[in-house]
């Protein structure tokens, strides 16, 4: 297992000023703090409680409290508007691509895990390609076996959508 830093909260300085704060802000967000919560459980197909129990270790973060978000809607800058909302945390993007791959694996044919070098752009379970493809859930995980990249997330089992997609078009 890799061992990476604990989770690092990076602080915004502290200013009585709404202006100043949200220029931190912003400052932040074009540095690369642009991955919410959300995003990334959407990607992993997780709850977002799951995120704040599972990703512990080795990205950078910031929160935005409200305070936070009385000075972003005030003078923040409109390209970032969309992260203004969020009341969790707001990842480092890089920082989180390095975590997703250091705990990203493939399963090979005999159960043994070879660390993943790169990652699909979308990945999807054998419960969500049953119900996205209206057939049980034995039917895709049968079609899948040995046709299609098995990859671990975080101990979770995925496959790329684009693999699953073009196995399952054709039945």
């Given at each position: ?78 390209r ?18 390095t ?8 399963e ?64």
């Amino acid at each position: 297992m890799i061992r990476n830093d604990p989770p690092e909260l990076v602080k915004i300085t502290s200013s009585h000023s709404l202006e100043v704060i949200a220029r931190d802000y912003n400052t932040a967000f074009s540095e690369g703090f642009d991955v919410s919560t959300e995003e990334i459980s959407n990607y992993l197909g997780v709850s977002e409680l799951w995120i704040t129990r599972h990703l512990k270790e080795g990205i950078k973060y910031l929160i935005i409290n409200a305070v936070a978000r009385r000075a972003l809607a005030k003078h923040g800058d409109k390209r970032f508007s969309k992260l203004y909302t969020y009341k969790k945390k707001i990842f480092h993007r890089k920082a989180w691509q390095t975590h997703l791959i250091q705990h990203s694996f493939i399963e090979n044919e005999d159960g043994s895990l070879t660390a993943a070098k790169k990652l699909p752009t979308s990945l999807i379970t054998c419960t969500e390609a049953a119900v996205k493809y209206n057939v049980t859930r034995k039917t895709v995980y049968n079609l899948l076996q040995g046709r299609a990249t098995k990859y671990v997330v975080y101990g979770l089992k995925k496959y790329s959508t684009k693999e699953v997609e073009l196995l399952l078009i054709d039945m």
